[in-house]
């Protein structure tokens, strides 16, 4: 790319507009429970979420006559609709030249280990549609002049399989599968937060009945919280990634993803273990993922102390200038921090020296305008010394300019257009960034067809726990597409979600509401903003990329007294209009428990360092070393080849976390389809594995 891109072509892949949502339908009628007078409304099928994932999945239930309703705490907030980095990236099959490999996608997909393998493959060959369909949607993904799409390589990603609109990717696919969603006319009801599920039945042998929701406008005196019922056969939930369980992130304000709610409802969760951290600029001020050209273009990156010194901190780390600046560079594509990685100079190091930098109280700043500093003794930087694969891509590029804002302005000016819409010019000033949480893999665990282990309930995005230990950039946006559109398949094959149900669910709303009000304390010495501060501080500073068994196992006791004394004094709040949040802290308080307490297995079994997190351990036996020596405090177990065979689940029974065990589901690759013999099971619905009940 160059400078020549017009600036009404740059504005409209950063500046993207959402469209205007109608008015949604009015509640069928009015329920009595417990005192409170609750809007009733009725759907064959209930999308928690409308991020990309819970948008596909609703578009693709109603193409097929399923009665769909969306229901959102903010239409056009979460990830999907407001993160992204330089090149917003979606992983699918390469359609450029020779084509893809299926089972080499699906392997690529499922290279960390902890995943399993039919889900790898579904994730692979689904993702040529998800792809295609967007495309016929509107979505604007880079093509040559005959057709092939545009790829690069990214993060575990050795072939190239990532494609880009530009920053904000995801938010256009929101805005093409809104615009959608409308055109189908989807009942769309925003500023809708669910806070129960309603079931029926006991455990695994328990169905969704429907959702109980807080929704500001319905509130009256009648109903002071704003209760809303949501009556439904199917329920999917689409509700993104816990981002509110760290201090330290990069996910955009008020993402609390689900892992809660659904714990309380029985579900079981999958390799919450498994997150990923990396740099990019907190969500304090504009949250923004840094990979990608931002430090392919090699800025100086320093830190300032209390008194206002700067330091050239990378300079203690690596050995030469050339090793430095080569590392920043391979950011660009080895984006999230891997414990490996720290080892013999390479990337992860930059990760490391940031986050120590972090912790001493210093703020540290990315300079486009200068180039990197020489390691102290050594040679100055000069792009003629650099590592062939660094030296070769940066020529390819032709981005040889002699400043890292003017190789910017060359290789991606949208990147410097992005910042410039939030009032951030870093053509001017140096950019404050931090090693950042950004993304669970882990979630609900599914089969599949989105399916969980309660009747009627599916999972699909990052409220899925579908990925492993690791996951290829843009495999995130690619499994919400692929799975949204299985579990609409799914839901429709089962026939439940076609008519609004009708039964009477007064029995588990009135448990629903206790449930709440035990919450719902406004004399508890137990308040909110406490809440999120303790949450916070013990997710970031004892489950992010350093991790230390005693420091993991003294986190989840103060985990689980909280909870506890949630339980016994419930969380106050100030006013009406914070029920809400009262009740999502309530659940994040839960969330991080089962995090902290999956953790804390996986360590106390001799777990190594795996994913974004390194097991710090006097024993370990991988030892990573800077220019200065060897660093004690960071020695770390390495990987364990078994770990990667298995999965960790965990659920709340009884109020106690319960952890198990299962080996990865393995897939045949040698098995081939054979068309007459394969095609009654599609023609008769056979491919869904729809149990007795239907789903
Ligand atoms: C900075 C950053 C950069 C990223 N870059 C990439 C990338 O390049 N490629 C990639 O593949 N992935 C990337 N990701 C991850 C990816 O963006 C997310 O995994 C994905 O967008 C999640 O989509 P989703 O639809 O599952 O959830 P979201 O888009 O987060 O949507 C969740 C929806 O649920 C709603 N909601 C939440 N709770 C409730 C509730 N209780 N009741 C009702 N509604 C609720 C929210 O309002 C929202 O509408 C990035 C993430 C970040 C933070």
Redesign the pocket.
């Known amino acids: 790319m160059s400078m020549s891109v017009p600036q009404h072509i740059l504005n409209a892949l950063t500046d993207v507009d959402m469209p205007r949502l109608t008015t949604a339908p009015k509640a069928a009628q009015h329920m009595t429970v417990a005192g409170f007078d609750i809007p009733v409304f009725r759907t064959g099928s209930l999308v928690?979420?409308?991020?990309?994932?819970?948008l596909r999945a609703a578009v693709e239930m109603k193409r097929r006559r399923v009665d769909v309703t969306i229901?959102?705490?903010?239409?056009w907030?979460?990830?999907?609709?407001c993160?992204?980095?330089d090149k917003?990236?979606?992983?699918t099959a390469n359609t450029k030249d020779q084509g893809d490999n299926f089972q080499a996608m699906a392997a690529a997909i499922r290279g960390g280990g902890a995943m399993d393998e039919d889900t790898a493959y579904v994730e692979a060959v689904g993702s040529i549609r998800a792809m295609a369909s967007l495309q016929y949607l509107g979505l604007p993904l880079p093509q040559d002049d005959l057709g092939g799409t545009l790829r690069y390589q990214t993060d575990h990603d050795e072939v190239g399989r990532a494609t880009s609109c530009g920053p904000r990717?995801?938010r256009l696919m929101v805005k093409a599968l809104a615009e959608e969603a409308l055109r189908l006319d989807i009942p769309f009801y925003n500023q809708?937060?669910?806070?129960k599920v309603l079931t029926e039945g006991q455990g695994d042998q328990g169905r969704v009945v429907g959702v109980l929701?807080i929704r500001p406008t319905t509130s009256s005196d009648a109903n002071p919280y704003g209760l809303a019922l949501f009556q439904c056969a199917a329920l999917v939930f689409?509700?993104?990634?816990p981002?509110e369980l760290y201090r330290d992130s990069?996910?955009p304000n008020g993402?609390?993803?689900?892992l809660g709610?659904a714990l309380e409802a029985g579900l079981e969760l999958v390799n919450i273990t498994e997150s990923q951290f990396g740099i990019?600029t907190r969500r304090e001020g504009f949250?923004?993922?840094l990979s990608g050209t931002y430090v392919q273009v090699i800025p100086h990156i320093y830190s300032v102390d209390a008194d206002g010194h700067e330091h050239h901190f990378l300079g203690d780390y690596y050995r030469t200038t050339q090793e430095m600046a080569s590392n920043v560079f391979r950011k660009g594509y080895q984006w999230p921090f891997h414990a490996s990685r720290m080892l013999d100079f390479q990337s992860s190091l930059v990760d490391l020296a940031i986050f120590k930098e972090s912790k001493k109280g210093r703020r540290v700043f990315m300079d486009f305008n200068r180039n990197p500093l020489p390691v102290p003794g050594d040679q100055p930087f000069s792009l003629d010394r650099l590592d062939d694969d660094v030296r070769s891509y940066l020529t390819h590029a032709g981005a040889t300019q002699a400043t890292p804002i003017d190789r910017l302005r060359h290789m991606n000016p949208l990147a410097i257009e992005l910042y410039k819409r939030y009032k951030v010019d870093i053509v001017a000033d140096p950019l404050e960034f931090a090693v950042n949480n950004?993304?669970m893999n882990g979630g609900i665990a599914v089969d599949t067809w989105g399916r969980t282990n309660i009747a009627g309930i599916y999972a699909?995005?990052?409220?899925a726990g579908t990925h492993g230990a690791t996951r290829p950039?843009?495999?995130?946006?690619?499994a919400?597409q692929v799975f949204g559109t299985r579990v609409a398949e799914h839901i429709a094959a089962s026939k439940h979600g076609q008519t609004p149900p009708s039964a009477d669910v007064s029995g588990p709303t009135a448990d629903a509401l206790r449930d709440i009000e035990v919450t719902l304390q406004s004399a508890s010495p137990i308040a909110l903003r406490n809440v999120r501060a303790e949450v916070q501080a013990r997710m970031s500073d004892h489950a992010g990329i350093l991790c230390t068994p005693q420091g993991v196992a003294s986190a989840r006791k103060e985990a689980e007294k909280l909870s506890d004394l949630i339980r016994q004094n419930g969380i106050s709040f100030a006013r009406h209009s914070e029920v809400g949040r009262a009740l999502?802290w309530q659940q994040m308080a839960l969330a991080s428990q089962a995090v902290l307490t999956a953790l804390d297995y996986y360590i106390a079994q001799g777990g190594g360092s795996r994913g974004a997190r390194a097991i710090c351990d006097p024993d370990g036996a991988a030892l990573p070393q800077a220019r200065s020596g060897p660093l004690p405090d960071v020695r770390f177990r390495p990987e364990r080849e078994e770990d990667k065979q298995t999965q960790i689940f965990i659920r709340l029974q009884n109020g106690e976390m319960t952890i198990t065990t299962r080996p990865n589901r393995k897939f045949d690759a040698n098995a081939k389809s054979f068309f007459e013999r394969d095609w009654p099971a599609w023609l008769t619905g056979g491919i869904y594995d729809l149990k007795s009940g239907g789903a």
């Open positions: 928690i979420g409308s991020g990309a994932a819970g229901i959102s705490q903010s239409a907030g979460g990830t999907s609709a993160s992204g980095s917003q990236t979606l992983h990717t995801s809708t937060t669910a806070v929701a689409a509700a993104g990634g981002g990069v996910f993402c609390f993803g689900s709610l990019g949250p923004w993922n950004q993304h699909v995005g990052e409220a950039g843009g495999s995130a946006l690619n919400g999502q």
